[in-house]
């Protein structure tokens, strides 16, 4: 039960900091967190230990918990990684027309969700749609290593676009966009153009200015 509780507690904390709800750079405490939860201290304080572990919270003894902040130049490092990964994943599925075909479809429903979500000004719920819009192309490219190790910047990526989308909700209307070019891209099977066009996407959402493709 207890296992269950700090369970619990971990995955609503971790959502709250993934959205920005609890930004980088604030200080909470143990006390706030059971309050809010409705819970003693025991997970909450389990839930912690284990945020720290993944480098979301920095404890300090009797003071409360920092939730950590992006890093200077982490957005810079996820956005070449995720490029990468993504681009290599485009040219493996440009050969394999069933594959393409599949993730097309997969895209495409992605694309209506995130218009709906994008209506209703949800960034929480927008954030994830944005993050698993990528991650199925990732996915379609049947590396699981390389699944795997996208999957470690996911949360990363969601957390950077709903800073993004909250400092400016006029990006979601551009990124549906950008989106849609990029599902086109895929259909077409040109891998060049996609690892251009996805670089300056990421840039442009996460405020970083273009330097051109790798």
């Known amino acids: 039960m207890l296992h269950s509780a700090a369970e619990s507690v971990f995955r609503e904390v971790k959502e709250l900091i993934l959205s920005g709800e609890l930004p980088g750079g604030e200080l909470i405490s143990e006390g706030e967190i059971a309050k809010r939860m409705e819970c003693s201290r025991t997970p909450v304080r389990e839930a912690f230990l284990r945020l720290e572990a993944e480098g979301w919270m920095r404890l300090y003894p009797k003071k409360g918990a920092l939730v950590v902040p992006v890093a200077d130049g982490e957005a810079e490092h996820v956005v070449a990684a995720r490029q990468l990964v993504e681009t290599q994943s485009v040219r493996v599925v440009a050969e394999q027309p069933h594959v393409r075909s599949a993730l097309l479809d997969a895209l495409r429903t992605s694309l209506i969700e995130q218009r709906e979500i994008a209506d209703r000004g949800d960034v929480v719920a927008f954030s994830a749609?944005?993050?698993?819009?990528?991650?199925?192309?990732?996915?379609?490219?049947?590396?699981?290593?390389?699944?795997?190790?996208?999957?470690?910047?996911?949360?990363?990526?969601?957390?950077?676009?709903?800073?993004?989308?909250?400092?400016?909700?006029?990006?979601?209307?551009?990124?549906?966009?950008?989106?849609?070019?990029?599902?086109?891209?895929?259909?077409?099977?040109?891998?060049?153009?996609?690892?251009?066009?996805?670089?300056?996407?990421?840039?442009?959402?996460?405020?970083?200015?273009?330097?051109?493709?790798?």
């Open 129 to 214: 749609a944005d993050a698993d819009f990528h991650k199925m192309i990732v996915a379609a490219g049947g590396n699981p290593l390389l699944d795997t190790f996208y999957g470690g910047l996911r949360d990363r990526q969601r957390r950077m676009t709903a800073r993004s989308i909250a400092r400016d909700p006029g990006q979601l209307s551009q990124i549906i966009e950008d989106h849609t070019a990029l599902a086109d891209l895929v259909e077409s099977g040109d891998a060049d153009a996609y690892n251009t066009a996805v670089l300056a996407h990421m840039r442009q959402v996460h405020g970083l200015g273009f330097r051109g493709a790798l």
